[in-house]
């Protein structure tokens, strides 16, 4: 999420599979992007891995593949690597992001746009995109493919998302495709490569597809709660910011279709002042959708972790259902701050 919490009640944080899991995610992160004779791009590409991360995507790699593991042992060093494929396609995604937004921070350092430009920019995260597939290909047809097409699919709700700017018309049919393309569907094969990697059943590897799925969803559903919810601090970037750059996300959209749904639609405009931005966020706060965008995530928790239950009970399937769970806990927690 957007929000720089404490992340370190995160069951993922403490997965039963090996008390390194994330060393040596970084450790292979840091490896993959690593060019022997070129310090520069080296030094651009790492970039935003130096500058940390949870590294959800990877941990959901790893407690997958856990799953059918024995409590207590650890995964394959290919399952690693499966995880960090997904990794670097998302630190990628976040390359490409930040140009088109024009940030000048990410994760509280300054962008590689604001410091390298636009063009080296692009470049490196078509370059990490590029080491995510290497990866991939290493690991089979059927993860160089299933990759292949989740890099399609972010983009498909990319592409979706923009041609819904500053639309005062948006619905949640329209949406629900742009959040599972530009973020569910990484979560999704994350998980899903887990279950590939470390050999699951047909059955085994839909179920954890279809977990991440969800979560994933939920993921972003939760997101865009904290961006009218949360303040500057917390976020790290200015409350409302989706609105200013005239992303209409689920909160947005519910409170539009309600009682307070004009005098929203009169401040949503094609630059936003300071004023209208502060008074566009206390009616979101004030109206339905924030309540409504809640009882989503919390649906789409709820069917992660039925799906679950047809996985196991091991400590790695337990630690997925804790992360479910502390993910609207988290969210809970800033709403009622």
């Given at each position: 999420?957007?929000?720089?919490?404490?992340?370190?009640?995160?069951?993922l944080?403490?997965?039963?599979?090996g008390?390194?899991?994330?060393?040596?995610?970084?450790?292979?992160?840091?490896?993959?992007?690593?060019?022997?004779?070129?310090?520069?791009?080296?030094?651009?590409?790492?970039?935003?891995?130096?500058?940390?991360?949870?590294r959800?995507r990877?941990?959901?790699?790893?407690?997958?593949?856990?799953?059918s593991?024995?409590?207590?042992?650890v995964?394959?060093?290919d399952?690693?690597?499966?995880?960090?494929?997904?990794?670097?396609?998302?630190?990628?995604?976040l390359?490409?992001?930040?140009?088109?937004?024009?940030?000048?921070?990410?994760?509280?350092?300054?962008?590689?746009?604001?410091?390298?430009?636009?063009?080296?920019?692009?470049?490196?995260?078509?370059?990490?995109?590029?080491k995510?597939?290497?990866?991939?290909?290493?690991?089979?047809?059927?993860v160089?493919?299933l990759?292949?097409?989740?890099?399609?699919?972010?983009?498909?709700?990319?592409?979706?998302?923009?041609?819904?700017?500053?639309?005062?018309?948006?619905?949640?049919?329209?949406?629900?495709?742009?959040?599972?393309?530009k973020?569910?569907?990484?979560?999704?094969?994350?998980?899903?490569?887990?279950?590939?990697?470390?050999?699951?059943?047909?059955?085994?590897?839909?179920?954890?597809?279809?977990?991440?799925?969800?979560?994933?969803m939920?993921?972003?559903?939760?997101?865009?709660?904290l961006?009218?919810?949360?303040?500057?601090?917390?976020?790290?970037?200015?409350?409302?910011?989706?609105?200013?750059?005239?992303?209409?996300?689920?909160?947005?959209?519910?409170?539009?279709?309600?009682?307070?749904?004009?005098?929203?639609?009169?401040?949503?405009?094609?630059?936003?002042?300071?004023d209208?931005?502060?008074?566009?966020?206390?009616?979101?706060?004030?109206?339905?959708?924030?309540?409504?965008?809640?009882?989503?995530?919390?649906?789409?928790?709820d069917?992660?972790?039925?799906?679950?239950?047809?996985?196991?009970?091991?400590?790695?399937?337990?630690?997925?259902?804790?992360?479910?769970?502390?993910?609207?806990?988290?969210?809970?927690?800033?709403?009622?701050?």
């Amino acid at each position: 999420m957007t929000y720089r919490g404490d992340v370190a009640a995160n069951p993922l944080s403490l997965l039963p599979t090996g008390p390194t899991d994330k060393e040596r995610v970084e450790a292979t992160l840091l490896d993959a992007v690593k060019i022997a004779g070129d310090p520069y791009l080296t030094e651009i590409a790492s970039h935003l891995i130096l500058a940390g991360g949870k590294r959800l995507r990877p941990l959901f790699t790893i407690a997958a593949a856990g799953a059918s593991l024995p409590d207590g042992a650890v995964v394959d060093h290919d399952v690693i690597r499966g995880g960090v494929a997904v990794e670097l396609v998302h630190i990628g995604s976040l390359y490409h992001d930040d140009v088109m937004d024009e940030a000048q921070m990410r994760r509280q350092v300054i962008s590689v746009n604001a410091r390298w430009g636009n063009l080296r920019a692009i470049l490196a995260g078509d370059f990490l995109l590029a080491k995510a597939s290497e990866i991939a290909a290493g690991l089979g047809t059927d993860v160089a493919g299933l990759l292949a097409s989740t890099i399609a699919k972010l983009c498909e709700g990319q592409v979706g998302e923009l041609q819904t700017l500053f639309d005062l018309d948006r619905t949640a049919e329209q949406y629900y495709p742009s959040i599972e393309g530009k973020t569910a569907s990484l979560y999704a094969a994350a998980c899903r490569i887990g279950g590939i990697v470390s050999k699951q059943s047909p059955e085994a590897i839909d179920n954890l597809t279809e977990f991440g799925r969800l979560y994933g969803m939920a993921f972003q559903v939760i997101d865009d709660i904290l961006d009218v919810i949360a303040t500057d601090e917390q976020l790290g970037k200015p409350a409302g910011n989706d609105m200013i750059e005239g992303v209409y996300s689920l909160p947005v959209i519910q409170t539009l279709a309600g009682p307070d749904g004009l005098a929203l639609r009169e401040l949503l405009t094609d630059g936003l002042t300071l004023d209208e931005r502060h008074k566009a966020i206390d009616i979101v706060r004030r109206g339905p959708g924030v309540a409504q965008s809640f009882a989503v995530a919390t649906d789409f928790i709820d069917q992660a972790k039925q799906v679950l239950l047809h996985v196991g009970d091991n400590a790695a399937a337990t630690a997925l259902a804790g992360a479910a769970d502390h993910l609207l806990a988290s969210s809970t927690r800033i709403a009622t701050a």
